[in-house]
């Protein structure tokens, strides 16, 4: 059965792009050292947190659409194999 969701998503993709332009920005628009760490950080904490945030929505997602666990009855006791019935 194919697999709903797609292999590559919308945050993953924004998560990319963010910390590209960040690290863009760090390298050639921000001169302060202070500025180039703050800068530096957000652009890998703030897309790490969106591919986090994205695997345990996914993760929760097929959890729930997955089939529920079949449960089978334990099997009813066999007759003795010498044919004789309990007594009792």
Do not use: C, K
Request: aromatic share 2%; no cysteine; glycine share 6%.
């Amino acid at each position: 059965m194919p697999s709903s969701t797609p292999d590559i998503t919308p945050a993953q993709v924004a998560a990319v792009i963010v910390a590209i332009a960040a690290e863009a920005a760090n390298a050639a628009l921000i001169s302060g050292r202070v500025e180039q760490l703050i800068a530096g950080l957000a652009g890998i904490v703030v897309p790490f947190a969106w591919i986090v945030a994205d695997a345990i929505i996914r993760h929760g997602r097929s959890r729930a659409l997955a089939p529920a666990p079949v449960v089978v009855p334990p099997a009813a006791p066999s007759p003795p194999a010498d044919g004789s019935a309990p007594t009792g």
